[in-house]
């Protein structure tokens, strides 16, 4: 059952198109954990009351959206040297978008119950999952597999790699902190992304 | 932890496939709020009439993807002469983006209780959020960043501007006269689309 | 308020993009109609028997379906030798796409009251608008602003707009029947989508 | 009403986005069927109970994911020789993602009954009818229509034909087994894909 040769090659512009198409749903289905309030005769006050006890559901609707959009632009960064694809990559890309696409169950969980050290654990736990996963796939990319088009220097591609790793860290530090508070753990978790954007925007200065 | 020069470029065509995707859901989510009803040996009558009391769910699902269709057309002929984008003006974007998905909340919220104040101001401020997000795009890429490929001369650029403020500064208008009349405003948020469409279409001839 | 000249051109590409997303998402979300049976303690009789009397959900699943299916042919044929839109155009595809995300709400309704005239008339009439807005948009690109790249003759073209006008004849010919059976205008809507497909296939010989 | 020869080709490439847009949304609408659970003032140890208790919906969502990523793959590699497609090929693919947008339900159903055999079987049928519409699909695109736009040897394609027919072959040996046992035919299904993805690897090395 070995097989031949002549597989086609993979080319990462249908990767990228696809997991396009994955991330953007999983950012648009997070709305749907926001359910209208069913209110028999409601006034204002009534309706502006449930809509504000939502704000759990809204907080981690906004917190999902901005650490899946995190990844997106990391997506689009790592794969953008990239043009042929190996199987392995593939896969690795797979199991990246099997994390993300999991991501509205935990969030829907979280905004149901913001207090509770299981649904901030768990939450804490998923996010670590898919930074991991798109770790390890950045470690193979550029380190393991050297899948890069141009030749970016030794030294860059560990920096990134070393900067991808404070995700994963932080994200374990904050799911050991849920032990000790879940307000400050979701602290944590609210900080991580603008971690990944200030830099950013200091290199293109 | 500064970033090296290296950091690739982001090309707008990636960004322009991801707002088409979300976009697109987004248009197509809307849907999901038109519950059919569940009656008990329906007969004609006792159907249509239900069907018929759907009446302002429909209308908030016309209303919203007509929104969302404008600026879809708006986002189009605003990247169609970027080439490259900066990490701002893609944060920007994913920010409009966040408006964007937020959108099937209010509309649904809109059709569950059209005569409610609080419903038809929370609709009017989800569109203004959404329009000034993309206001504040439409600014800083084609007046603080200059980022269009082709010389378009700056008087254009200033004439786009000031067209573009007209859709928050009507949603703003019509959230203040949901304190006089609900209906007034509904009738504000459905002309302000077509104030979109009739001077592109004088511009063509 | 006159728009100036320096607007810029709408490409299709984007246009198919954004309508291959609309519809590959409403092709899907059809499938959320079907909902798994919830029973106490079911065995293999009851569940089987349960998933039976789904029969008319099934039904409407691969009815609506194939009629998007169809649509999405169709749509890709009349836009393939089309290079740049007007704003016309890009509207006439707006209302149409409009008309196609709405379509999972009455392929829900036929199939929960797959007797009901009053169901089996709108699923009609949502055909029927579908059909109809598409023949506008190709009475409009091929006949009235002539926009296709390439000089296909007049004869072809207006052979192709006859042809196109069928769909909405039978979709009108099945809510007409209804008054007098319900079976009948359904079989009817199940066999229109053939005759799309019959004639290509001959022609392609 | 013949069609006459100027009916434009059909090219692959809006044929592959279309595929890659419904198969980027089968995966992620994957995801819904696992609800929140809800509890009345719910501590660490219910909610984490109720959470293990979703166990069957967590393992039928993953095998889903897996088994439409590998056929995402699988179709990249078919079509990435293949250049126009035919009316044939068209519908062919059409019906290959018809059977792909129902697996969310035969994957709900196992995720909530996964010791009924009756689940067990009409999720095994779900993923044979979509094995065989693939097969089928590569059989006519690769040995009866020959449409690979490199000449890829005879030999080949032949052996991925028969390949290809090991899955469909394995999912009837799956169902046959629930006769026997259930927890035996799933241990089946979750065997499979790996099969895909292991030749896939020996053979690039």
Redesign the interface.
Known sequence: ???????????TN?I???S?????????????E?R?P?LEG???AA??AA?AALAPKFLS??MS??FV?VF??AH??LY??IERS???L??LN?IF??CL??I??PT??LG??PD????VT?FGAAMLAASLSFSLMRWYATLKASLARED??LQ?RQ?AMR?SLIGPGLYLAGIIVTVLNTALAISIYLVIPLLY?V??????K
């Not at 059952?1 to 080319?11: A, G, H, R, S, Y």
């Not at 830099?199 to 293109?204: I, M, Q, Y």
């Open positions: 059952m070995l097989q031949p040769e002549t597989e086609p090659p993979i080319l249908r990228e198109a696809f396009d198409g994955v991330i953007a749903i999983v950012v648009t289905l997070l709305v749907l926001l209208v069913h409601a006034d204002t309706l502006s809509v609707f906004v959206f901005v959009a997106w632009v689009h960064q953008h040297p190996t199987p392995t593939l896969w797979n978008l099997l696409t999991f509205p169950f829907a969980m149901e119950y509770n050290p299981f649904a768990f970016i220097d860059t920096w900067r954007l830099p950013v925007r200091l290199g293109k």
